[in-house]
């Protein structure tokens, strides 16, 4: 079982930043693929961006060139910051944990955080 908890929500205004962290629980961080989602009210969960095991990333087109998603293995913890913000990047940030297909998980698993609030308003 692997435990997100999510920190650096907040408000902020439009064109400024800020870093999302995520703390996982458990030795098997450096295997799990990790993402960052936000949900905005009405709407539905929208991926943001990823990182693999090998720090491959992807990002939603809405983000690129904004916001960078990175890992610390050392620290158990996945990072998002977000930079150039907009009132459209309104949402609930949560962290989601992937965990391969393995012997004991043939199906691997899926790990979820409880969310942040970022609110991006003057």
């Known amino acids: 079982q692997v435990q997100l908890v999510e920190s650096g929500g907040g408000l902020v205004q439009p064109g400024g930043s800020l870093r999302l962290s995520c703390a996982a629980s458990?030795?098997?961080?450096?295997?799990?693929?990790m993402g960052w989602y936000r949900q905005a009210p009405g709407k539905q969960r929208e991926l943001v961006a990823t990182?693999?095991?090998?720090?491959?990333?992807n990002y939603a087109d809405s983000v690129k060139g904004r916001f960078t998603i990175s890992r610390d293995n050392a620290k158990n913890t996945v990072y998002l910051q977000m930079n150039s913000l907009k009132p459209e990047d309104t949402a609930v940030y949560y962290c989601?944990?992937?965990?391969?297909?393995?012997?004991?998980?043939?199906?691997?698993?899926?790990?979820w955080g409880q969310g942040t609030q970022v609110t991006v308003s003057s």
């Open positions: 989601n944990a992937k965990r391969p297909a393995s012997l004991t998980m043939p199906r691997g698993a899926d790990y």
């Open positions: 458990g030795s098997i961080f450096s295997i799990l693929a």
């Open positions: 990182i693999t095991s090998g720090k491959s990333t």
